[in-house]
Nanobody, 122 residues
C-alpha cells in the first residue's frame, strides 16, 4: 500500500513561485501531479517515471516552461516547482502514484494524496 502526503501549498501573488511536495511511502514507478479547480474536472499537470537509472517526464501544455517536476528517490519525495504562477493555476493539487508506467491520466494512478491548496491572487 502506497501512502502519499502533500505539503507546501499556500497563497501567492501572480508571477510568484511556489513548491509543493509529496512524501511517499513504499515503491512507486510513476508519480504525478494533478489539479482540480472548483467546478472543473481534474487535470494532469506533470508526471515523472523513474527506474533503472532512466527518467521520463510529461507536462501539460498549460504549464510547460513554468512548472518542473522532480523526484528525490533517497527521500522518496516528489516535488513540483511552480514559477510564473497565474490566477488560473489556482486549484487543489494532488499527488498520485502508480507501481508501473502511467501516462498523465488520472485513471492510470491508483494511489492518491489528500491534496494541497494553491491559490494565486491577481
Amino acid at each position: 500500500q502506497v501512502q502519499l502526503v502533500e505539503s507546501g501549498g499556500g497563497l501567492v501573488q501572480a508571477g510568484g513561485s511556489l513548491r509543493v511536495s509529496c512524501a511517499a511511502s513504499g515503491y512507486t514507478y510513476s508519480m504525478g501531479w494533478f489539479r482540480q479547480a472548483p467546478g472543473k474536472e481534474r487535470e494532469g499537470v506533470a508526471a515523472i517515471r523513474s527506474g533503472r537509472g532512466l527518467r521520463s517526464y510529461e507536462y501539460a501544455d498549460s504549464v510547460k516552461g513554468r512548472f518542473t517536476i522532480s523526484r528525490d528517490t533517497d527521500k522518496n519525495t516528489l516535488y513540483l516547482q511552480m514559477n510564473s504562477l497565474k490566477p488560473e493555476d489556482t486549484a487543489m493539487y494532488y499527488c498520485a502514484a502508480a507501481l508501473g508506467w502511467a501516462s498523465l491520466n488520472s485513471d492510470s494512478y491508483p494511489y492518491w494524496g489528500q491534496g494541497t491548496q494553491v491559490t494565486v491572487s491577481s
